[in-house]
């Protein structure tokens, strides 16, 4: 079995055989054959993760012919502020979050506000996975399979009310588990926002894992949001509230920067940044690295078909 070869390291496998490797330990300790518990083991010893695996049901609904980016990128070149400001430093550095116990707190225009502990948001619904796009606004973009379930599967529970317009998302900030929190990067702590059909689009994804395992903390341990046809800052990593509103909810970036970062942040190649041009993308963890050919940036980031009409008549030069 490869799985006990302490010799192979994580950077020699490519990361289809990663995934298949990890869909074969799932398979295996699904079927009892040597016990759940030594699972979590295996797969971190093998592939130097930290985390438990998830089960989830693969949806190739939105993510056909497309391979996924090496995990080790995945959880190496990271953006979250609260461990850092440079790529490594979440990864280096979010060894200190805690992530049990943790509750999410849904309020504001609801029928039925709730607190959920962590593990009974994990079951809420069934776990899919999905390979999405994820296209940051500095110009680089990675593809992930998300362990995780669409958030209207949530926001449905709590029943929002007509007057409900706008969701906001907001992080935790512990200056004690989070040395960036120290510092005044930008106002703690993180919040993000969506409109309320954006947020209730099938796409946005509650989400809990990558690659069949629980999220690595440098990730957004235990929940983030994932938003795939948006800039990826709009997807708020370790949440602790998500809050219904009827105005639109001030948002960290927007907050620091309104020039440079507006609400909607749909990934639009013909609206550049002030400072990058949005036209092309560099894929992380092409083995090619800065000789990589760069790709063009799809409108909405190739998720038109499910979310454009969301935007129908609407100036997105204006809106960007
Ligand atoms: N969420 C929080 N709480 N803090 C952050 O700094 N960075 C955002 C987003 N979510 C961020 C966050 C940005 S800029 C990006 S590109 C994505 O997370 C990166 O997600 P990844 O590290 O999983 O690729």
Not at 1 to 22: C, G, L, Q, Y
Not at 71 to 82: L, M
Not at 205 to 228: C, D, H, M, S
Request: net charge positive; hydrophobic share 35%.
């Amino acid at each position: 079995m490869i799985f006990t070869d302490k010799n192979i390291s994580p950077k020699d496998i490519t990361p289809k055989n990663v995934f298949e490797a990890r869909r074969e330990i799932i398979k295996v300790a699904a079927a009892g054959s040597f016990g759940l518990a030594f699972a979590p083991w295996f797969s971190r010893d093998a592939f130097g993760a930290s985390t438990q695996l998830l089960s989830a049901t693969p949806n190739s609904s939105y993510g056909k012919n497309i391979e996924s980016t090496p995990y080790k990128s995945v959880t190496t070149y990271n953006n979250f502020y609260e461990f850092g400001t440079d790529k490594s430093d979440p990864s280096t550095y979010a060894g200190s979050l805690v992530t049990r116990p943790w509750t999410v707190t849904v309020e504001g225009l609801v029928k039925k506000p709730a607190t959920f502990d962590i593990d009974d948001l994990l079951k809420l619904a069934p776990m899919e996975e999905r390979i999405y796009r994820l296209r940051c606004v500095e110009g680089w973009s990675m593809v992930v399979p998300w362990d995780g379930y669409s958030l209207s599967k949530l926001l449905n529970k709590v029943e929002p009310l007509g007057s409900a317009k706008f969701v906001e998302f907001i992080s935790l900030a512990d200056s004690k588990q989070m040395p960036g929190v120290r510092g005044s990067v930008i106002d703690w702590p993180y919040r993000e926002g969506l409109r309320l059909d954006e947020a209730m689009n099938p796409l946005t994804l509650l989400t809990f894992g990558l690659y069949g395992e629980a999220l690595p903390k440098q990730n957004g341990a235990p929940v983030r949001i994932v938003v795939p046809w948006k800039y990826g800052f709009k997807s708020a990593k370790s949440i602790v509230k998500i809050r219904l509103t009827d105005q639109m909810p001030k948002t960290s970036w927007n907050t620091f920067d309104s020039h440079e970062y507006g609400f909607y942040s749909n990934v639009n190649p013909l609206v550049d940044h002030p400072r990058w041009s949005q036209a092309t993308e560099r894929r992380i963890g092409d083995p090619k690295g800065i000789f990589a050919p760069k790709i063009k940036t799809e409108m909405f980031n190739g998720y038109g078909e499910y979310v454009a009409s969301m935007y129908a008549g609407m100036d997105l030069k204006k809106y960007y």
